[in-house]
C-alpha cells in the first residue's frame, strides 16, 4: 500500500506564500511522477504542477511564474512552493503519485483572502 500525507496548507492573504509538502510511503517504483492538484468548490480537480522522477516538470498555465515544484527522491517528498497567491488559488489541494498505480493524498485547504 501507498501513503501520501500532505502539509503545509492554511489562510493566507493575496500576495503571500505557502509551501506544501507531500510525503509517499510503502510501495513505490523509483520511476514515478508526484505532482499537485486541486478542486475548488463546484469545480473539477485540476492539475496544477508534476514532476517526474527525472526532474521534467509540467505547470498550469495559471500559475506560471508564482508556484514551484521540487521533490527530494531520496525522502520521497514533494513540495509546492506558492507564491504571489491569488483568491481564486483557494482550493483544496491534492498530493498525488502515479508509481505505476494512481495514489491520492487527502488534501490540504488553501484560503486566500482578498
Known amino acids: 500500500q501507498v501513503q501520501l500525507v500532505e502539509s503545509g496548507g492554511g489562510l493566507v492573504q493575496a500576495g503571500g506564500s505557502l509551501r506544501l509538502s507531500c510525503t509517499a510511503s510503502?510501495?513505490?517504483?523509483?520511476?514515478?511522477?508526484m505532482g499537485w492538484y486541486r478542486q475548488a468548490p463546484g469545480k473539477q480537480r485540476e492539475l496544477v504542477a508534476l514532476?517526474?522522477?527525472?526532474?521534467?516538470?509540467n505547470y498550469a498555465d495559471s500559475v506560471k511564474g508564482r508556484f514551484m515544484i521540487s521533490r527530494d527522491n531520496a525522502k520521497n517528498t514533494v513540495y509546492l512552493q506558492m507564491n504571489s497567491l491569488k483568491p481564486e488559488d483557494t482550493a483544496v489541494y491534492y498530493c498525488?503519485?502515479?508509481?505505476?498505480?494512481?495514489?491520492w493524498g487527502q488534501g490540504t485547504q488553501v484560503t486566500v483572502s482578498s
Open positions: 498525488n503519485l502515479r508509481t505505476p498505480g494512481d495514489f
Open positions: 510503502g510501495r513505490i517504483f523509483r520511476i514515478n511522477t
Open positions: 514532476m517526474t522522477s527525472g526532474g521534467s516538470t
